[in-house]
């Protein structure tokens, strides 16, 4: 199984993952895509698993706002999705991707505690940065080394926004707290800039 939070090319990560994809199916693996519903998704016969739509940067009332915030730090809807996903499909491996605020990490407790081995390749520097880039202002940025994850709330890290920041903060430090990502059985790193910075965060499993 592939999980990725957008199924169609949007960056990077999705081209990728939609090329990984392609190249398993080739040499006859089953590939099962989990991601969020999206009207610019590559047509799947999976796509019923997939969770629905949130835009973050779309208008939303209160309620919605809150709503998209726990979500973002535990998807109910994705741990619904997800287990019927794997007690139907049976994966051998969940291979995730850019899995963040859509699907949350909430992915990797579900599919931990029903024994489904776990990698997860790494885009980007989410696990030691809530920001993502390891930049603030434009200028590069190793605050939150350490854990210090409030360092994403004194400077607006994500969206310049002290809300989405203070949901990010939550978010990073909710799962240390629960050492989620320690149930990844693997890190794959595209570079050794990355896999160091996940060392000296005491991040293991790496390569």
Not at 5 to 18: S, T
Not at 118 to 146: A, F, N, W
């Amino acid at each position: 199984m592939q999980a990725n939070k957008y199924h169609f090319v949007k960056g990077g990560a999705e081209r990728y993952y939609l090329d990984l994809s392609d190249a398993l199916a080739e040499r006859q693996h089953q590939v099962i895509p989990f991601a969020m519903s999206h009207n610019r998704n590559e047509p799947s016969s999976y796509d019923r698993y997939f969770v629905p739509e949130v835009d973050y940067h779309g208008a939303m009332g209160l309620a919605d706002k809150v709503r998209a915030a726990i979500n973002t730090i535990y998807s109910k809807e994705t741990v619904r999705r997800i287990e019927t996903l794997i007690e139907t499909e049976k994966p051998q491996l969940i291979h995730m991707h850019n899995i963040y605020h859509q699907l949350s990490p909430s992915l990797i407790s579900t599919a931990a505690r029903l024994g489904v081995p776990l990698v997860q390749t790494l885009h980007d520097y989410k696990l030691v940065c809530p920001g993502y880039l390891l930049m603030t202002g434009g200028k590069i940025c190793e605050r939150c080394s350490g854990k210090n994850y409030f360092n994403a709330v004194r400077y607006n890290c994500l969206m310049n926004s002290k809300a989405a920041s203070f949901v990010g903060y939550l978010e990073a430090s909710l799962h240390e707290y629960l050492k989620t990502y320690e149930k990844i059985d693997y890190f794959l790193c595209p570079s050794k800039f990355l896999s160091g910075r996940l060392r000296s965060s005491g991040s293991m499993k790496i390569s």
